[in-house]
C-alpha cells in the first residue's frame, strides 16, 4: 500500500492588491465578492468594502494572478478596476507637510 504525498509547504511570498470593484449595491454583493475572492486557489485572504467599493486581497502570486482576480471578479457580475499613479509633490519643508500630505 502507496505512502500519500506529504502536502507541500505554502510559499511565504505573499502579495497584497487592493482594486475597485463597481457594480456592487448591497451587502450581499459585497458577501458575494468577497466568498468569491476567497473561494479562488492561491489567495489567502480577501475582503470587500462595499462603501468604499474596494477589495482587498492578499495572495500567493505562484498560485494566482491579479488577472485570474479580475475575471473571478468579472465572473461573478461586478466590474473590476485597478489605476496606479505616482505623484510628485513639490513644496514640501517639514514632517508635518508630509503628513498633511
Do not use: I, W
Amino acid at each position: 500500500m502507496s505512502q500519500p504525498a506529504p502536502p507541500t509547504a505554502p510559499t511565504t511570498a505573499t502579495q497584497t492588491a487592493e482594486f475597485t470593484v463597481q457594480g456592487m449595491t448591497c451587502a450581499a454583493c459585497t458577501a458575494r465578492v468577497e466568498r468569491g475572492l476567497n473561494a479562488t486557489p492561491g489567495v489567502t485572504g480577501a475582503s470587500v468594502n462595499l462603501a468604499t467599493e474596494r477589495a482587498h486581497v492578499t495572495f500567493d502570486p505562484a498560485l494566482t494572478s491579479l488577472r485570474d482576480l479580475s475575471a473571478r471578479v468579472r465572473d461573478l457580475g461586478y466590474e473590476p478596476l485597478s489605476a496606479r499613479a505616482d505623484l510628485s509633490v513639490q513644496g514640501m519643508t517639514c514632517a508635518a507637510c508630509t503628513a498633511r500630505v
